[in-house]
């Protein structure tokens, strides 16, 4: 079965401007959760998904959103973007129920200048 | 929330040798993951082990759990180059239903051939 699919793979951003970022997880998974991965902070985790309803969410500013469609892709929104948001987004897809390892996409390089 | 933390932060070895990674954590747990990253990719689960388990093996990963401890391994035998990557233990919080993994920063791990 397909991975789970990020898109796109590299980003340029100038400060200031937004981005979305676009996931697909695995067919059948119904939870899909996002982390920033950068080298200062390691992987922190930034909100979770399920049923297109968002379950959790990690200590981040409001500029970071996200949403999930009826087909369980997920999509995540950073506004008014800082220099400091340069980073690996990461994406991973579960069932969501019960205790399960994750697949995690291949991320989205987001370089902002 | 709690997070893993890994030791050593690099470890350099020869292939053939074997790699031992350890990961502590502060509070009680009801699981503990063990993933792998090739550089600037995507997370891949490698074993999860439960809290009432205090040994697994999966080919030539065996992962250890004290809980007393609190603290896991991972241990790598006859390592190969292929294995070089970051390795990142997860804990887990369960908010909203659902167990978010919480990662440590990893230990780096090289294999000279």
């Known amino acids: 079965k397909a991975g789970v699919t990020q898109t796109p793979r590299y980003l340029i951003k100038t400060r200031g401007q937004q981005v979305t970022l676009s996931c697909s997880p695995i067919?059948?998974?119904?939870?899909v959760s996002w982390y920033q991965q950068t080298p200062g902070q390691g992987l922190q985790f930034l909100f979770e998904?399920?049923?297109?309803?968002?379950?959790n969410k990690g200590n981040f500013p409001g500029r970071f959103s996200g949403r999930q469609f009826s087909n369980s892709r997920s999509e995540m929104n950073v506004s008014t973007l800082e220099l400091g948001d340069s980073a690996l987004y990461l994406c991973?897809?579960?069932?969501?129920?019960?205790?399960?390892?994750?697949?995690f996409g291949s991320g989205t390089r987001l370089t902002v200048v | 929330s709690q997070q893993g933390e890994e030791d050593p932060q690099a470890l350099s070895i020869q292939e053939g040798e074997n790699a031992t990674m350890n990961c502590s954590y502060k509070?009680?747990?009801?699981?503990l993951q063990w993933y792998r990253q090739n550089s600037g990719r995507g997370l891949v689960h490698l074993i999860l082990?439960?809290?009432?388990?205090r040994e697994k093996h999966s080919g030539r990963l065996r992962v250890t759990l004290d809980t007393s401890k609190k603290s896991s391994s991972l241990l790598i035998t006859a390592s190969r180059a292929a294995d070089t990557a970051s390795y990142f233990c997860?804990?887990?919080?369960?908010?909203?239903?659902?167990?978010?993994?919480?990662f440590g920063r990893g230990t780096s791990l090289i294999v000279h051939p």
């Open positions: 509070t009680s747990i009801n699981n």
């Open positions: 082990i439960r809290s009432n388990e």
């Open positions: 997860a804990t887990d919080s369960t908010s909203g239903g659902s167990y978010i993994p919480t």
């Open positions: 998904y399920f049923s297109e309803t968002q379950r």
């Open positions: 067919s059948g998974h119904r939870s």
């Open positions: 991973a897809s579960s069932s969501g129920q019960g205790v399960h390892g994750y697949t």
